[in-house]
């Protein structure tokens, strides 16, 4: 009676299993489906009729980078950066949202520049028709919005017309801001998904590490 209860376990414990593993391919195949359907709107046309924000969401990332710009000093941009070490989050994604930021992020690496804005706010605004799983809505809209607020505070899409080197648009900024925009875009763009993910996952110590950088170079 004890071997056939345990062999019912253990053939219990496989279906499930199974099923789990089935489940999880099913909602990977349907949010691959949902992206394909996304990008479809990824047009000129589509994407002028998005409604766009300058209005940052997370202005306390900002406020730090301003008072780390104000810093002339070498010594106390070391300090301030010591203090800003173990600002970390240090989450650990849902494997559905690191699809869809995957995604994101790749979309933006083969797209022109002054779309970029547009494409973010139209992940955000479609991610409930990605997922319906309510981890991974919160977990995607924050991110998207915190790049999209990099975006905003980082003034991308403005390209300037006398630079040769259009993509890095930095001839109408002064030294600390062409240094952050080009920190962002190395990860935002031209990055691979482990940079985008130590981004996501540490945004305040990697906002004060750029921000120190830049100053220390630029000052």
């Known amino acids: 009676m004890k071997n056939i209860f345990k062999k019912l376990l253990v053939l219990t414990f496989f279906s499930l299993a199974i099923f789990s593993c ?3 391919l ?3 195949k349907s949010i691959e489906e949902n992206l394909i ?3 479809s709107k990824i047009n000129s046309n589509y994407l002028k009729k998005i409604k766009l924000t300058e209005n940052i969401s997370n202005l306390k990332y900002f406020a730090e980078i301003n008072e780390i710009k104000k810093i002339k000093d070498k010594n106390l941009i070391e300090k301030n950066l010591s203090n800003s070490a173990n600002k970390n989050n240090d989450i650990e994604l849902n494997p559905i949202s690191e699809i869809i930021l995957k995604d994101f992020f ?3 690496s083969i797209n022109n520049e002054l779309n970029f804005k547009a494409i973010t706010q139209l992940y955000i605004n479609e991610i409930k028709n990605l997922s319906n799983d309510e981890i991974v809505i919160k977990e995607c809209t924050e991110n998207l919005i915190l790049v999209r607020d990099y975006m905003i505070y980082l003034k991308f899409g403005i390209v300037d017309t006398n630079s040769q080197n259009k993509v890095w648009a930095c001839a109408h900024r002064d030294c600390f801001d062409c ?3 080009k920190k962002a875009y190395a990860v935002f763009v031209e990055g691979n998904w482990v940079d985008q993910a130590a981004f996501i996952s540490s945004a305040p ?3 004060a590490w750029w921000a120190g950088s830049c100053a220390w ?3």
């Open 179 to 181: 240094c952050m925009y």
């Open 37 to 39: 359907t996304l990008k």
């Open 217 to 219: 170079d630029c000052y």
């Open 26 to 28: 099913s909602d990977e």
């Open 22 to 24: 089935n489940n999880d």
């Open 205 to 207: 110590g990697q906002t």
């Open 106 to 108: 790749n979309t933006l």
